[in-house]
């Protein structure tokens, strides 16, 4: 069965930064979109960054200019980059895999099992 891992969650203080990994989903969805999720307390779980087979991206205008997502297409490895972190990115992050190069996470079929990221001020 297809599934993804997610690693590289941690906490850290307002300002500073983190790289989750998450690694999959396999072969059968090799060339599908990836994007990065994230859920925080008492919200709704909500795209911030989405990557093509080809490159191309996508960011929530909440993380325009601080978060970078690329992607290993030969090891199947999908990074985002979180610089200048705030007290309101803390949340549970997500990958998942899908055809649709959007931030509607309705669109993703392939999940991981989350990544938490604290970032106290």
């Known amino acids: 069965q297809a599934q993804l891992v997610e690693s590289g969650g941690g906490a850290v203080q307002d300002g500073g930064s983190l790289r989750p990994v998450c690694t999959g989903p396999?072969?059968?969805?090799?060339?599908?979109?990836r994007a990065w999720c994230r859920q925080g307390p008492q919200k709704d779980r909500e795209g911030v960054a989405v990557i093509g087979y080809g490159g191309s991206t996508i960011y929530a205008d909440s993380v325009q200019g601080r978060f970078t997502v690329s992607r290993d297409n030969v090891k199947d490895i999908t990074y985002l980059q979180m610089n200048n972190l705030e007290p309101e990115d803390t949340a549970m992050y997500y990958c998942a895999a899908g055809r649709a190069l959007s931030l509607n996470t309705m669109y993703y079929s392939v999940w991981g099992q989350g990544a938490q990221v604290t970032v106290s001020s």
């Open positions: 396999g072969y059968s969805h090799g060339k599908s979109d």
